[in-house]
């Protein structure tokens, strides 16, 4: 039996959805069967095997969607292998270094007993919603930094650990 995986996500302007395309589309790849859905979309979690929760950081907090998922659904993810992402600095520094969560994530990471938590870089383009974003491109602090290889990196290295749990390792 193929183990199944939810990468469930909350995105304001889709950066966080690219990255969990991204992540799905690598664990399938993996011989996982994969999905990525927004997280407001996900009524029953307790369906798949193994769950990875993403969110953009919005003035340092995650997205809605991704908290209240974790909230709503704290119970069908007990005791199954979760772990957590973040998008957001605006910059290269996710690439360069290790991210902590911010202390709402953190949070979040306990109650679920995350198996782990990585930061990705985001992306602020023209078109963007909302005044601080706007604010954001008018000063030239926009740009696509999110890292691909980095994603698909990590996306490997989840899968290897749902490969050893499901062989019992």
């Known amino acids: 039996m193929t183990t199944s995986v939810l990468v469930a996500y909350g995105t304001k302007s889709g950066s966080t959805a690219g990255i969990a395309e991204i992540i799905a589309e690598t664990l399938s790849e993996q011989g996982l069967r994969a999905e990525a859905r927004p997280a407001r979309e996900v009524e029953e979690p307790a369906e ?11 003035a340092g907090r995650w997205h809605r969607d991704a908290r209240r ?9 007990a005791g199954r292998p979760v772990w957590l992402f973040s998008s957001g600095p605006l910059d290269a520094s996710a690439s360069e270094r290790d991210i902590p969560p911010v202390k709402g994530v953190a949070r979040v990471a ?3 007993d995350a198996r782990g938590h990585v930061t990705f870089g985001g992306c602020l383009e023209e078109g963007a919603r909302g005044w601080i974003a706007r604010s954001i491109l008018k000063q030239g602090r926009g740009g696509d930094f999110r890292d691909t290889e980095q994603i ?18």
């Open 110 to 112: 306990d109650r679920l």
């Open 69 to 77: 998922f974790a909230r709503r659904h704290q119970r069908a993810l």
């Open 48 to 58: 798949y095997d193994a769950v990875i929760l993403g969110g953009g950081l919005y």
């Open 152 to 169: 698909r990196a990590w996306a490997q290295g989840v899968a290897k650990e749902v490969e050893a749990r499901q062989a019992g390792g």
